[in-house]
């Protein structure tokens, strides 16, 4: 590589990274940091402890950023010593290491840009996911339980805490449906380009024939409600049901009636949760997750309102990703065009691509 080209290349890297200190705000976030040590230092802290979770999640994610953009721009500036030392000494080694280096910092300089796109009014929450099988019968149960997996094991990959709300088991196998939380900042933004159909088409392992069967499910993608949000439940519009937790085949999993589903009588919203022992904490998890869904059906109702005072509002179609495993193995974004050719990878949780892609794609819709 030419040192010419090379002093170009770093100089566009250290003009990137520089918009994205500039987007990210460093200033802002290093005085976040010093007022959440402050709150995470007070004797006090864990007199609550869901506010003390809250608190010491969002610092150590603010952390993280700031030591995450100081190291990148570290790597940045020691490039250029070492593509030196290598011109210097005249050594093949050196300048492999460097090259190395270098298309190793331009990855990470294309996934920190990523973050720097999620600038969407709730974009920075945490996310509640809601999965749910569609067409396809049982092959479409067994899809559902696949994608609450694949997501799960990205999050467990990146050391994200998740919490499973409520998973209804079909009779056969698979899933009806599920709700998890992921619980971290930005989780919402990243996760909602992954909202709509997703579509699979394999050799179903559930016909005796062997038969290639196309089955379905739906993703949902939800901000986490917070204090600051305005949605207003009144609790004679709600029917509440209790029942008891069951697990796969019917097997029960608690022996009392803990479980809690909720329906909104204005909006016909059903949600459950069945994963505290306690119908009090059921029920308020509940409650959560119909203020998120509320939430949601507003935010849609507004969207849809905007989008018909202008020309042409953007459409992003409902079904969103293919995955095949029959006649060849791909899987492939419907929107973005991004595709890989290694489905079982995807379904352990290697999405980032995917996300992404979608991610980039979606901030050139908005223009």
Not at 87 to 96: G, N
Request: proline share 3%; aromatic share 6%; net charge negative.
């Amino acid at each position: 590589m030419a040192v010419v080209d090379v002093s170009e290349e770093l100089k566009s890297l250290s003009s990137t990274m520089e918009s994205i200190e500039a987007v990210l705000d460093l200033d802002k976030l290093r005085a976040d940091i010093a007022v959440l040590e402050e709150q995470a230092a007070a004797p006090s802290l864990w007199d609550n402890p869901d506010e003390a979770q809250k608190i010491t999640s969002k610092l150590s994610h603010l952390q993280a950023e700031v030591r995450k953009a100081d190291a990148l721009r570290s790597r940045i500036d020691d490039l250029a010593v070492l593509f030196e030392m290598a011109q210097e000494e005249d050594d093949p080694d050196t300048l492999a290491e460097a090259e190395s280096e270098l298309t190793s910092v331009k990855k990470a300089l294309d996934e920190m840009e990523v973050r720097t796109l999620l600038s969407g009014e709730y974009d920075s929450r945490e996310a509640l996911v809601n999965i749910r099988a569609e067409a396809g019968g049982v092959d479409a149960a067994d899809f559902a339980e696949k994608l609450q997996r694949m997501y799960l094991r990205w999050a467990e990959q990146k050391g994200y805490k998740t919490e499973v709300y409520e998973t209804s088991y079909a009779e056969e196998a698979g899933i009806k449906s599920t709700t998890f939380a992921v619980q971290v900042p930005y989780a919402y933004g990243t996760l909602s380009v992954e909202q709509g159909t997703h579509r699979l088409v394999r050799i179903s392992p559930f016909d005796n024939q062997g038969r290639r069967q196309t089955s379905f499910a739906g993703v949902e993608i939800l901000p986490v409600v917070e204090q600051t949000d305005h949605i207003e439940i009144d609790e004679s519009e709600l029917r509440v049901d209790v029942y008891r937790s069951s697990g796969p085949g019917g097997q029960g999993v608690n022996t009392t009636d803990s479980a809690v589903r909720l329906t909104h009588l204005p909006t016909g919203i059903v949600v459950s949760c069945q994963n505290e022992r306690s119908q009090i904490q059921n029920k308020a998890t509940a409650m959560n997750v119909l203020q998120a869904k509320l939430l949601e059906r507003q935010r849609q109702e507004e969207r849809a309102k905007m989008d018909a005072l202008k020309d042409g509002g953007s459409s992003w179609g409902n079904q969103m990703r293919s995955y095949v495993l029959h006649p060849y193995q791909m899987v492939k974004d419907l929107r973005t065009e991004f595709e890989v050719g290694n489905p079982e990878a995807v379904f352990n949780g290697e999405i980032d691509g995917f996300l992404e892609a979608g991610i980039r794609w979606r901030k050139q819709q908005e223009k």
